[in-house]
């Protein structure tokens, strides 16, 4: 508790309820999770009046915060497997495309293969 405080520059205070609630939310988050999430939540922070409800919102808000943190890391883990992936396919596509060319150069007459005088 007294991270978040510190993280909340003693503006954010949680009282003995909130206190039970946070811990309560370790029981499904981790400690990291619920740090990470109000440091999120205490930068968004921008008036008098959002700072003076802001241990009773954060209590709230926690489980959902976290929660739409965890898809958010889920679903760009998914977007980078998948440009890793595609990343992957374009580079055998661009050897692929580089083999084909050195045949196709291979198979062409070199210029000092030619000897105008050869009978043809």
Do not use: W
């Not at 003076?52 to 998914?78: H, P, S, V």
Request: net charge negative.
């Amino acid at each position: 508790m007294a991270e978040l405080t510190l993280i909340g520059h003693s503006e954010v205070v949680f009282n003995e309820a909130q206190q039970k609630q946070i811990g309560s939310l370790l029981a499904s988050y981790s400690h990291e999770e619920i740090t990470i999430v109000f440091r999120e939540f205490y930068g968004r922070i921008s008036t008098e009046y959002e700072a003076r409800f802001a241990a009773k919102n954060f209590c709230e808000a926690a489980g959902a915060l976290i929660d739409a943190r965890r898809l958010e890391l889920k679903q760009q883990q998914a977007r980078q497997k998948d440009l890793a992936r595609l990343t992957a396919e374009d580079r055998k596509r661009e050897e692929e495309r580089n083999a084909a060319r050195a045949a196709t150069k291979a198979a062409e007459p070199k210029f000092e293969d030619f000897d105008p005088l050869a009978d043809e």
